[in-house]
T-cell receptor, first 114, second 113 residues
């Protein structure tokens, strides 16, 4: 299995509090991604990173920020958690090559905002 | 319009059946194509890449039609263990969308004895 871990795996938090999820990789892959997965929507891209300090927004970035100060770590912050951010969050990593680039996923973080 | 549209199913088939899933993508800059499998409450995992000439891996066959921007997955001789959600994925390797991965909503398959 690819060396990618997410922490925490489960979290319950209150509305209005900030929350940070961590993704750590040992593969030295250039690209890292944060997705959320909800019933009826599938996986939706929140933010992604194509290098240290290089990030870009995905399709559902409002209310989220990210940081990547080291190749191996990609942090996702919910600045002020809302109930609509209750979801399963997946981190993924991939190399960038002109050809096929497989993405490897972490085991996910189940976040509940009450 | 969503980047990747996928036949949602669900598909419920008996063991031994052949089942096909379809997927279309909207970004002609897409360069790499994949099928992922996701078991219940687990992370997605790569099932197979999809090549322009089509490719086969055991009971699984993937096809790509760039002109129609269409991808398919065929599963022959279905097994109980094939029950999962199958995700169509495209990856753009050029332009302003470089590095982005786009996922379909997934097609749920249940194989019954």
């Amino acid at each position: 299995d690819a060396g990618i871990t997410q922490s925490p795996r489960h979290k319950v938090t209150e509305t209005g509090t900030p929350v940070t999820l961590r993704c750590h990789q040992t593969e030295n892959h250039r690209y890292m991604y944060w997705y959320r997965q909800d019933p009826g929507h599938g996986l939706r891209l929140i933010h992604y990173s194509y290098g240290v300090k290089d990030t870009d927004k995905g399709e559902v970035s409002d209310g989220y920020s990210v940081s990547r100060s080291k190749t191996e770590d990609f942090l996702l912050t919910l600045e002020s958690a809302t109930s609509s951010q209750t979801s399963v969050y997946f981190c993924a990593i991939s190399e960038s090559t002109p050809g096929a680039t497989e993405a490897f996923f972490g085991q996910g973080t189940r976040l509940t905002v009450v | 319009r969503k980047e990747v549209e996928q036949d949602p199913g669900p598909f419920n088939v008996p063991e031994g059946a052949t089942v096909a899933f379809n997927c279309t993508y909207s970004n002609s800059a897409s360069q790499s194509f994949f099928w992922y499998r996701q078991d219940c409450r687990k992370e997605p995992k790569l099932l197979m890449s999809v090549y322009s000439s089509g490719n086969e891996d055991g009971r699984f066959t993937a096809q790509l039609n760039r002109a129609s921007q269409y991808i398919s997955l065929l599963i022959r001789d279905s097994k109980l263990s094939d029950s999962a959600t199958y995700l169509c994925v495209v990856n753009s390797n050029r332009g302003s969308t470089l590095g982005r991965l786009y996922f379909g909503r997934g097609t749920q398959l249940t194989v019954w004895p």
